[in-house]
């Protein structure tokens, strides 16, 4: 954990590091990448089984039980919850989905003062594909944070490809897809399963959207499949900017920098405060709950390699600004009054308002999407949407009246941008 | 070109290749590109000066001349155009500013059944980089398309790249930069420019988003950049499906076909209609016009090896199903009731609605962007549009009472993920 003061000589270079510091590895796995979308694309079902055993020590074999997770087996899955968790996942479900639903676009068709006829049309994509990973990345939430989105826009149909390493599936993960509906679950996984939602085998029909958090061969195989499908943004590690001031329990704030640590040693919190009194304390308070965390030893890493606390002298005045370069993933604002400050933070993936709203909520029940942009892509990226699973298709018509109007403009351009034949289906109408 | 009878036992066979048909080519141009992109990223300036007198034969000197072009040489050059061209382009800017104003989100902000305040705030991207061509592909109405709805979407500072070969300026291109309020024209061009945008140098400030057409190695190194700054759809050859019936000149169609064909030898034309009387009639004013034309060389080659005539018997009932496979860029509905056919057309990029609407009004003057997915990708993706300039900030705000309300559940879920301290940053409030 480093700790910075604003009004020393060298903040601006120790902050500047921190912006541009990237947590990302840069494995190369480009090439074993390009090698399996090749196999699987050339190979079909049949590299698949050979990847699948390899890598995932799983037999997919004549038996369809192998390849695929039957509805019965997710309905089984949900209904074995324990009702606390049940309640949890269902009350998560209901109210991402009531927020998504507002996200849904409308539709464009109007004359203009030309008597020109234009609009735009949006509709679903037919099929999205989802991946879920399998180990420590496999989260339950993730699955409805993806779904749920997708079934919104109107995808009639929902694939999901996961691992299932010597044959475990994960239950969480199969109650949460019977709640979002999920059409078919795959059990493949890496850059293989990725391959076969892009290309599509005999088994496994093509999708035409691939989201969902995978590692790193996984990001790649999605990257390099950008085009054939469309993809969600590259996701990074998991990041955490509290801007609190000294009314905070110094706990609190303590918690909420840890929640983001426990993700991933590359995952980073920094805390800005207008005490260095207040930062210490916090500092103590961290290291009291590291201790208590069965996610200590990840949470450690990365809050000892990443941690980083900012003790500005007026909050109000520097905080937003420092925001703003670092255009973090998740943003808090612990304040009493935190519309002045959120109407200057131009630049994050999802903002906190308050003492009483730990990112955590942003995580599972609160409504908006927890998939957002890392690594300072809010600066140009947003969260997944309803919009990631739908396509707008414009829409013109002239009439003749119309079109000798604006006609004319377009011949003459065509011309001078010497595309002769462009000018002639203007002028051939006239 | 090729014709095909919907009713021959081996239509499906012939329709599904041409489905299937890449027009793009595998230019490995994969590791060049790398390379290009690691030596700007390491060398800036100096290594922009070295590829730019290699590539393009033009020496970037310590005369800022020779680095931009300023606003007072776009300012003349529009001056200078024709006034037949000068009305044209400034009617083409103020119809596709006037489309593209409509495009702009709306915020949200409100409180749910449980007292959560949920939203979702808009705001710009702080910069765009522009690729704008040099040669075949340097469209002043490209230029048009994508820097007007940045500038709609709000971005502050956009930034062209442009190649100036042998230091030849292109006056279209400058009068269009004029009209748009391009705000810096480097004149630089190919990966190195991309990389100069992404990367940023001494100085060239980077961007955070880049659009716009380029060749092989101008979409490669933007594929590779992806993440690093948002990029627009990869592009491939531009298509056209006009899909007639036989009351439509035969020169219309004609006409509308090859001004697919004269883009670039891979462009795509394609033919649907209702009669083989009707389809070769087609066919003889497409072999008359292509003979009148000067880009007769380009068109031909497209035609002969990419152009379809597919003739069916019912145009009603046949034509939408092969419109949704084939997800076209443009679909013209040269039919006397469009209406109900557009109802069906679920996947294309554009979509003319009835026979006074040639392709070529979308292209220039009508207001909606003709920056369209290509190859088959309209299955997905959408036209450029202001949202590419714009992200999407989510926001939640939640008070003692509503924290009390849906926490719990919130903090159960993190406890069977395996994420205690997200539990704790919850339970610690409650």
């Not at 709640?179 to 679950?185: L, R």
């Not at 590690?237 to 840890?258: G, R």
């Not at 109407?343 to 599972?364: C, M, W």
């Not at 990631?388 to 604006?406: A, N, P, Q, Y």
Request: aromatic residues 6%.
């Amino acid at each position: 954990m480093r700790r910075l003061y604003a009004n020393k000589p060298d903040f601006e270079t120790q902050f500047t590091r921190i912006v541009e510091d990237r947590r990302e590895s840069d494995d190369s796995v480009e090439r074993d990448v390009r090698d399996i979308l090749e196999r699987v694309r050339a190979g079909g079902d049949e590299a698949l089984r050979d990847l699948t055993m390899r890598f995932d020590k799983h037999a997919l074999t004549a038996e369809l039980t192998s390849w695929r997770i039957s509805a019965d087996q997710t309905k089984a899955a949900y209904d074995f919850l324990e009702p606390e968790v049940k309640r949890a996942l269902d009350l998560a479900a209901e109210r991402i989905r009531a927020y998504h639903e507002g996200q849904k676009p409308e539709d464009r068709d109007y004359r203009d003062e030309k008597n020109v006829r234009l609009g735009a049309r949006w509709s679903a994509v037919e099929a999205a594909g989802m991946y879920v990973p399998g180990g420590r990345a496999a989260y339950p939430s993730s699955l409805l944070m993806n779904a749920i989105p997708a079934k919104v826009a109107g995808v009639e149909r929902l694939v999901v490809t996961t691992p299932t390493p010597h044959g475990e599936m994960n239950a969480l993960m199969l109650a949460a897809a019977h709640i979002c509906g999920v059409d078919e679950i795959w059990r493949v996984g890496g850059a293989q399963a990725v391959a076969a939602l892009a290309y599509g085998t005999t088994r496994i029909k093509p999708v035409d959207v691939i989201t969902g958090p995978g590692n790193a061969w996984v990001a790649e195989a999605k990257r390099q499949l950008f085009g054939v499908v469309g993809i969600d943004m590259v996701a990074g590690p998991s990041e955490i900017l509290v801007i609190a001031d000294e009314e905070n329990d110094p706990d609190w704030i303590a918690a909420d920098l840890l929640s983001q640590a426990e993700h991933d040693p590359d995952s980073q919190s920094i805390l800005i405060t207008d005490s260095a009194a207040y930062a210490a304390a916090v500092e103590d308070a961290v290291d009291v709950l590291l201790a208590q965390l069965s996610t200590r030893m990840t949470a450690r890493e990365s809050w000892e390699n990443h941690g980083v606390v900012i003790v500005v002298e007026d909050l109000a005045a520097e905080a937003p600004a420092l925001a703003n370069r670092l255009a973090a993933e998740h943003v808090e604002l612990a304040i009493a009054d935190p519309e002045a400050m959120f109407a200057q933070i131009k630049h994050a993936g999802s903002v906190f308002l308050g003492r009483n709203t730990p990112e955590a909520v942003g995580d599972y029940v609160a409504g908006p999407n927890h998939v957002l942009p890392t690594g300072r892509r809010a600066r140009f990226a947003s969260g997944l949407s309803v919009l990631d699973f739908m396509k707008r298709t414009s829409f013109i018509e002239l009439d003749e009246k119309s079109l000798k109007d604006i006609g004319p403009a377009a011949a003459a351009l065509a011309e001078v941008e010497g595309l002769p034949a462009h000018a002639r289906s203007v002028t051939v109408r006239l």
